[in-house]
T-cell receptor
Framework: EAGVAQSPRYKIIEKRQSVAFWCNPI?????LYWYQQILGQGPKLLIQ????????DSQLPKDRFSAERLKGVDSTLKIQPAKLEDSAVYLC????????????FGPGTRLTVL | QKEVEQNSGPLSVPEGAIASLNCTYS??????FFWYRQYSGKSPELIMF????GDKEDGRFTAQLNKASQYVSLLIRDSQPSDSATYLCAVNLDSSASKIIFGSGTRLSIRP
């Protein structure tokens, strides 16, 4: 069974530029998550999708971040414009959902904003 | 109070000994609990999950859950240098919405 795929793996941009990340979850996983992980911290949930609907985006900085999951499969996360503090690893995870909701993570995208 | 708390470490344990990692959580309604291992520069990898009070064993790993005390732990027996990593505790806060919150992780170092 293929795991969660993410691209790109690394991205370096200047502040105020835009960037987009892509995620393809494990086949059949209805729930998809985007996390931001800053060095030395645990992953912080940005947005959670159930199929193609948003379940939780309370911690997504909506003035600059956006995400979509068209057709309930692939998802993209966009940052526009980027700030220095957005430098982090962006992790995508997917799960089958309840009852136990085990999440499986992709390799992540390391973003550096200069 | 943070929703999921872990001691950041580093926790140093001699090879072959038992490593004990602890996690507390704030929401009494939490349903399921996860331990992830994260090597430096890699993404989190699921080790175990537990949802009932008591112990759950898988090889050298044992997860322990005490919902009354809002406490979950991970024991690693016969610690190996390859166990050196950051261990993340994650809690499913709301079973209806599948919302999962992570602690900040405990760095574990196994010394030969």
């Amino acid at each position: 069974e293929a795991g969660v795929a993410q691209s790109p793996r690394y991205k370096i941009i200047e502040k105020r530029q835009s960037v987009a990340f892509w995620c393809n979850p494990i086949s059949g996983h209805a729930t998809l998550y985007w996390y931001q992980q800053i060095l030395g911290q645990g992953p912080k949930l940005l947005i959670q999708f159930q199929n193609n609907g948003v379940v939780d985006d309370s911690q997504l900085p909506k003035d600059r971040f956006s995400a979509e999951r068209l057709k309930g499969v692939d998802s993209t996360l966009k940052i526009q414009p980027a700030k220095l503090e957005d430098s982090a690893v962006y992790l995508c995870a997917s799960s089958l959902g309840q009852p136990y909701n085990e999440q499986f993570f992709g390799p992540g995208t390391r973003l550096t904003v200069l | 109070q943070k929703e999921v708390e872990q001691n950041s470490g580093p926790l140093s344990v001699p090879e072959g000994a038992i490593a004990s990692l602890n996690c507390t959580y704030s929401d009494r309604g939490s349903q399921s609990f996860f331990w992830y291992r994260q090597y430096s520069g890699k993404s989190p990898e699921l080790i175990m999950f537990i949802y009932s009070n008591g112990d759950k064993e898988d090889g050298r790993f044992t997860a322990q859950l005490n919902k009354a005390s809002q406490y979950v732990s991970l024991l690693i027996r016969d610690s190996q240098p390859s166990d050196s990593a950051t261990y993340l505790c994650a809690v499913n806060l709301d079973s209806s919405a599948s919302k999962i919150i992570f602690g900040s992780g405990t760095r574990l170092s196994i010394r030969p």
